[in-house]
């Protein structure tokens, strides 16, 4: 099986930072796109910001300009750098990987961290 498993979570006030760690172990032979998920109470799953295995990154519009996303491919693990944080980003967040388990294997397989709280403070 594959684990993913975050870190780096918590409080902080607006205008802040927090950085998020996700890394991956397991059954794997590479990650194609890893992303980073976002979900506030009351709302529906979001996406935050994806990256591939070769650098190509994506972002919502609400965090471009203020979050950066980034991957260490020969350590499996997934960042989230977090700045000017604001209340509207208070959610759990959730690290997302599509990975390919077996050299002889083309399928891929969707895998999903337990999730982060982040907390912003006004």
């Known amino acids: 099986q594959v684990q993913l498993v975050e870190s780096g979570g918590g409080l902080v006030q607006a205008g802040g930072s927090l950085s998020l760690s996700c890394a991956a172990s397991g059954i794997i032979f590479s990650i194609n796109t890893m992303g980073w998920y976002r979900q506030a109470p009351g709302k529906q799953r979001e996406l935050v910001a994806t990256i591939t295995s070769g650098g190509s990154t994506n972002y919502a519009d609400s965090v471009k300009g203020r979050f950066t996303i980034s991957r260490d491919n020969a350590k499996n693990t997934l960042y989230l750098q977090m700045n000017s944080l604001k209340p509207e980003d208070t959610a759990v967040y959730y690290c997302?990987?599509?990975?390919?388990?077996?050299?002889?294997?083309?399928?891929?397989?969707?895998?999903w961290g337990q999730g982060t709280q982040v907390t912003v403070s006004s």
């Open positions: 997302n990987a599509d990975v390919r388990k077996y050299s002889f294997e083309v399928r891929t397989y969707d895998y």
